[in-house]
């Protein structure tokens, strides 16, 4: 089946870093990819719609200079925390989905702590 | 706006039993909705979707438009069926990215 990978698992950094999240798709293309987040005890909240080549399109409430997302290539999309606080410390989930495929396939998820 | 509410967030049964998982939506419009499930220790995966109209490991899932429901079922509760439920509604209007209720844990008793 489709499968989906992100990179780091898990990361700690200081606060006011930036720090780059991974998604990739392994054997599949994804012209669309999602990222969530999670908080503790909470459900996953959507926070932008990642397409291949052109500008993600961002939920409201998220900033878009906060949260950069760059999807590059068909099989790779990148979520940066610029100047990370403690408030962002969270799970971040991304998911992809294949042309003309409802199904989104989940990543296993990168928990971010800023201390 | 759109919302999935799931008001369990524990639900505990015991092997063999039936098992209901509520699920209720907001959503102006034709719905579509799905089922998630994570397992202990592994990434969240799509158990059912109501298009389908698919039975997959036992489970099955109607969509009620009148109640704006769409309940998980089970007639006999398995132990493997233990894990975290997520019912969530997708979202039209060109970002189809997902709207997840809170989840609900379901534990089966042995």
């Known amino acids: 089946g489709a499968v989906v990978s992100q990179h780091p698992s898990w990361v700690i950094c200081k606060s006011g870093t930036s720090v780059k999240i991974e998604c990739r798709s392994l054997d599949f293309q994804a012209t669309t990819m999602f990222w969530y987040r999670q908080f503790p005890k909470q459900s996953l909240m959507l926070m932008a719609t990642s397409n291949e080549g052109s500008k993600a399109t961002y939920e409201q409430g998220v900033e878009k200079d906060k949260f950069l997302i760059n999807h590059a290539s068909l099989t790779l999309s990148t979520l940066t925390v610029t100047s990370a606080h403690p408030e962002d410390s969270s799970f971040y989930i991304c998911s992809a989905r294949q042309p003309g495929v409802e199904t989104q396939y989940f990543g296993p998820g990168t928990r971010l702590l800023v201390l | 706006a759109q919302r999935v509410t799931q008001p369990e967030k524990l639900l505990s049964v015991f092997k063999g039993a039936p098992v209901e998982l509520k699920c209720n939506y907001s959503y102006s419009g034709s719905p579509e909705l799905f089922w998630y499930v994570q397992y202990s220790r592994q990434r969240l995966q799509l158990l059912l979707r109501h298009i389908s109209r698919e039975s997959i490991k036992g489970f099955t899932a109607d969509l009620n438009k009148g109640e704006t429901s769409f309940h998980l079922k089970k007639p006999f509760a398995q132990e493997e069926d233990s894990a975290m439920y997520y019912c969530?509604?997708?979202?039209?209007?060109?970002?189809?990215?997902?709207?997840f209720g809170k989840g609900t844990h379901l534990i089966i008793q042995p």
């Open positions: 969530a509604l997708r979202n039209r209007g060109g970002a189809d990215g997902l709207t």
